[in-house]
């Protein structure tokens, strides 16, 4: 699942490694979410350690006695001199890149930051160590951010294959592995959806 809101998400700035909590609108978002997914038999969970990410999970797994595992490898993508900014003050600070892609994030390395290629390396080591830990029957929560759910569409279900969307704070995405091979069940689901 992608965090709760923020309040960079909602100036649209560049997040990264930068340890912005949730706000308000996020923990609610947060608290529907548990809603929506307290049917679930979950039997593992892991997040990002970003405060944004853990925070929405605590919530979300309530008073499950299930401890919550964080590991750096779900963090959001580095965007290094980025952080902070929105598309249009890194445009104009790097007028080489295409004011309408900000969100094609495998089309650009920002200075200081890391590329795709390795979002994607690191993402890939943290979905099979949760994958190994819950079995192929077992269902585990990834409290993540939008960039390593992007890597996680590329690297289950190959470049030709990861649909192009936008995902939304508090959405849940849901993949499954039948007999080694990865399925995308639910794409981008909201509490919001249910209720």
């Known amino acids: 699942m992608r965090h709760g809101r923020t309040a960079w998400?909602?100036?649209?700035?560049?997040?990264?490694?930068?340890?912005?909590p949730l706000d308000d609108e996020g923990r609610a978002q947060a608290t529907a979410l548990g809603t929506l997914l307290a049917g679930?038999?979950?039997a593992a969970a892991v997040s990002s350690d970003l405060s944004r990410?853990?925070?929405?999970?605590?919530?979300?797994?309530?008073?499950?006695?299930?401890?919550?595992?964080?590991d750096p490898d779900w963090r959001e993508l580095r965007f290094g001199d980025w952080e902070g900014l929105t598309w249009p003050q890194i445009v104009a600070a790097n007028p080489q890149l295409d004011a309408a892609k900000a969100t094609s994030v495998r089309t650009y390395a920002p200075a200081g930051g890391e590329s795709f290629?390795?979002?994607?390396?690191?993402?890939?080591?943290?979905?099979?160590?949760?994958?190994?830990?819950?079995g192929e029957d077992g269902v585990a929560l990834v409290a993540t951010h939008a960039g390593p759910l992007h890597a996680l569409l590329h690297v289950l279900l190959g470049e030709q294959n990861a649909p192009t969307v936008r995902f939304l704070t508090a959405s849940v995405t849901r993949f499954r592995r039948v007999e080694g091979v990865w399925q995308l069940a639910k794409l981008n689901e909201t509490a919001l959806e249910r209720s």
Do not use: K, M
């Open 40 to 42: 679930e038999p979950i």
């Open 117 to 134: 290629t390795d979002l994607c390396a690191r993402v890939a080591r943290a979905a099979e160590r949760i994958a190994s830990e819950v």
């Open 53 to 70: 990410a853990s925070e929405t999970a605590r919530i979300v797994l309530g008073a499950r006695a299930l401890p919550l595992r964080l």
């Open 9 to 20: 998400n909602a100036d649209l700035r560049f997040q990264g490694h930068t340890d912005i």
